[in-house]
């Protein structure tokens, strides 16, 4: 590993760079790449002939990069050739090689998501409006839907005749505010969800779809004393033989009620133990400066916090929800601030909307970095730190947007009563809370017992 870190480190004196900021970012990503590959330990190796053999090959891939620059070409091609071969998957599995290739080259790069295969933005296609699959990924298992207007998968069953499973982004016409307590907060801040789930291959999706929407489908709000739809189901071509779960926009209160479902276990479903299933959390972003949104992107990359990350998380980056060093490279900044319109400058903040935090939807932040769960707590646990973290990075400074000052601000006495499965859950994972944070658990269950707290 010194013999590969020498070799990209002669980069950085060399005289062929046609200006500072180039030299900059190819050092700059070079060095983070060794970085990420060496905390992964070049992704999961059986022996030490293995990871040699990686190291060999990211030393061959730094020597292309090098004779491309000095050359001052643009041409990568041959770089994604050799990128896509079979051999050396694990290199776009585990570091964020667009990243690099985009600053060094200034080059829009980006990779399917069904297989990973590295190719130039515009020769993508989309399924299902924002799915991207590269051409030979759609000619195996995609067929263009007219009545859709986008590529669905060839085994993706069309909505289901009686409705229980809609099409695919059909729910936001029907779900919306439900009322709750959260209304009458001075900052009123709402969350929505959704989760995937696989069902067994030998049970019908129909009626497991039924039997949720039976269980949390409607609720009976004690505000107006009216029903409002709480959640729905919809058909997710990126999964195998299961559907996506969505909520409306509600505070934690609403959720924590409606979720109880998921106290029991729910037979022949699977969520968290599957390759497919993720857990995405909305958040309003209406109220939010760019500066706020800054901190937010920063608190949630910063590799300082990536064990607090992870361990929420539950799984590293991948291809759905990447993480970059945003402290290293502020290009993305650069680019929201030079749009004149606030919501521009939102909607600029990740180029790519397949990272951890998605600013592209039109009135929310969704949080893309957890992997699915049916467990109550964990599904709370992750409602509950998208809520933290809205409201931590709007008063936290920058040089604040640390584990240790997260902790002490869910268990500040004003801020309790919303991360109550949050703190329990940290707490579990061998997290050292302060004292007055601590939380009981009932020795049966191991949930967090009720606290009241006072305002």
């Not at 990126?238 to 969505?246: A, K, N």
């Not at 037979?267 to 706020?292: E, P, W």
């Not at 409201?391 to 006495?413: G, Q, R, V, W, Y």
């Not at 004003?414 to 809370?433: F, S, V, W």
Request: some cysteine; charged content about 30%.
């Amino acid at each position: 590993m010194n013999d590969l870190l020498k070799a990209w480190h002669n980069m950085k004196d060399r005289d062929y760079y046609s200006a500072s900021d180039r030299k900059n970012n190819v050092h700059y990503h070079i060095k983070n790449q060794l970085d990420l590959s060496k905390r992964s330990r070049l992704g999961v190796v059986s022996s030490a002939s293995g990871y040699l053999e990686r190291v060999i090959k990211l030393k061959y891939l730094g020597k292309m990069i090098r004779e491309i620059v000095q050359d001052e070409s643009e041409d990568i091609d041959e770089i994604l050739n050799w990128l896509n071969i079979r051999d050396n998957r694990w290199i776009r599995d585990y570091m964020n090689i667009e990243d690099t290739l985009d600053s060094i080259f200034n080059v829009e790069i980006r990779s399917c998501n069904d297989c990973n295969y590295l190719d130039h933005n515009d020769n993508f296609n989309w399924a299902y409006d924002d799915y991207r699959i590269c051409e030979g990924c759609r000619d195996r298992h995609y067929h263009y839907s007219e009545y859709r207007d986008t590529y669905v998968r060839d085994d993706d069953e069309e909505a289901d005749d009686d409705g229980v499973i809609g099409e695919y982004h059909s729910s936001s016409e029907n779900l919306g505010h439900i009322p709750s307590s959260f209304d009458k907060r001075k900052k009123p801040i709402y969350l929505g969800l959704e989760l995937e789930v696989e069902v067994s291959d030998s049970v019908d999706r129909v009626s497991k779809a039924q039997e949720i929407l039976d269980a949390i489908g409607i609720h009976r709000s004690q505000i107006d004393k009216c029903s409002h739809q709480y959640a729905l189901c919809e058909s997710d071509g990126s999964l195998d033989h299961g559907f996506e779960i969505v909520t409306g926009y509600t505070g934690l209160d609403v959720h924590a009620t409606q979720l109880e479902f998921f106290k029991n276990r729910w037979a022949r479903v699977r969520s968290h133990d599957t390759s497919t299933c993720g857990l995405h959390i909305h958040i309003c972003k209406n109220d939010m400066t760019l500066y706020h949104a800054s901190k937010l992107v920063l608190f949630i990359n910063a590799p300082d916090n990536e064990k607090l990350i992870y361990t929420l998380a539950r799984r590293s980056s991948d291809n759905y929800a990447k993480f970059h060093d945003k402290k290293g490279n502020l290009n993305w900044l650069k680019n929201a601030k030079s749009c004149e319109r606030k919501r521009d400058q939102l909607r600029n903040l990740n180029g790519d909307r397949y990272e951890a935090l998605n600013f592209q939807n039109d009135n929310t932040i969704e949080f893309r970095l957890f992997k699915g769960t049916l467990k109550y707590q964990t599904i709370m646990a992750c409602l509950e730190f998208t809520y933290a973290s809205w409201f931590f990075t709007l008063d936290a400074s920058i040089n604040d947007l640390s584990t240790d000052k997260f902790i002490e601000f869910i268990c500040k006495p004003e801020n309790k009563r919303d991360t109550i499965n949050l703190r329990a859950y940290l707490q579990d994972k061998g997290y050292r809370l302060p004292k007055s944070g601590l939380i009981k658990t009932n020795p049966r269950t191991s949930s967090p017992v009720v606290e009241v707290v006072e305002i």
